[in-house]
């Protein structure tokens, strides 16, 4: 599976920007995906996840109700809606699939394909 992550920029705090994440090689159908985001001298941490059903996600708490995942399976796309930034959202967000279809995990181990990394700037 290859992975191409775009969307990232520069907003303001309070801003929204939409990541999308565009998959070759195998269906999104078939996977589960998940973005994560790796901030300056910080561990890689999961934000949202999805089951290649879409009918289970996962939510990091800290972005509960201003982040949202969704798929879209005609275009083989995974999206990250991201609403009322703030400064520490501020990372490299990179999007990843999980060979698993039945599961939207955070556990980076789990996952086996990452994209390139996209970064996120939010100025307070």
């Known amino acids: 599976v290859q992975l191409q992550a775009s969307g990232g920029g520069l907003v303001q705090a309070g801003g929204s920007l939409r990541l999308s994440c565009a998959a070759s090689?195998?269906?999104?159908?078939?996977?589960?995906m998940g973005w994560f985001r790796q901030a300056p001298g910080k561990e890689r941490e999961c934000v949202a996840a999805?089951?290649?059903?879409?009918?289970?996600?996962y939510y990091r708490n800290s972005v509960k109700g201003r982040f949202t995942i969704s798929k879209d399976n005609t275009k083989n796309t995974v999206y990250l809606q991201m609403n009322s930034l703030k400064p520490e959202d501020t990372a490299v967000y990179y999007c990843?699939?999980?060979?698993?279809?039945?599961?939207?995990?955070?556990?980076?181990?789990?996952?086996?394909?990452w994209g390139q990394g996209t970064l996120v700037t939010v100025s307070s």
């Open positions: 090689g195998r269906t999104i159908s078939s996977v589960g």
């Open positions: 990843a699939a999980d060979r698993h279809r039945y599961r939207a995990t955070p556990r980076r181990a789990e996952y086996d394909y």
């Open positions: 999805i089951s290649g059903t879409g009918d289970s996600t």
